[in-house]
């Protein structure tokens, strides 16, 4: 089983950018957990960090057919990513969407994610607990396709 991890603009510079509302886990050490989580799950990761929307589009098209399921920061595109939420909800597997921290208890601008209506569920607001709580949930949703 493989699960995408897409990691949307500017989540590269992690335990850099804002450490008061990121923490200071680098991507690296995210997924590195991710990484070691997806072991003890038996699943296979395919990871990605772009800082340009078509790159995360162009991925999940690539994997159509090889993935299961998939977990999506959308970062900044996350108010006006029109194309990503598009893509999301062409592919045939479950995709849940992560944020580190809680997008509806910070700028008003940020609570509203176009991204939401085209995923199975959001896990948000935990730090790097929300990707691999969300991680665990992409498996058990899609094996449950599987079965």
Do not use: C
């Amino acid at each position: 089983m493989k699960i995408l991890v897409l990691h949307g603009p500017n989540l590269n510079l992690f335990g850099r950018r804002e450490p008061h509302i990121y923490g200071t886990t680098t991507l690296a050490q995210i997924n590195q957990q991710l990484t070691e989580l997806a072991a003890q799950l038996d699943v296979e990761l395919d990871m990605i960090q772009s800082n340009h929307e078509g790159e995360l589009i162009d991925f999940l098209h690539k994997h159509i057919d090889d993935a299961s399921g998939a977990l999506v920061n959308p970062a900044g595109l996350t108010q006006h990513g029109v194309p990503l939420h598009d893509a999301i909800k062409a592919m045939p597997f479950p995709t849940l969407e992560v944020h580190m921290s809680n997008i509806a208890a910070r700028e008003p601008w940020r609570s509203h994610s176009i991204i939401s209506p085209a995923v199975k569920g959001t896990v948000q607001g935990l730090g790097p607990h929300s990707y691999l709580l969300a991680l665990r949930g992409v498996v058990a949703l899609a094996r449950e396709v599987e079965s």
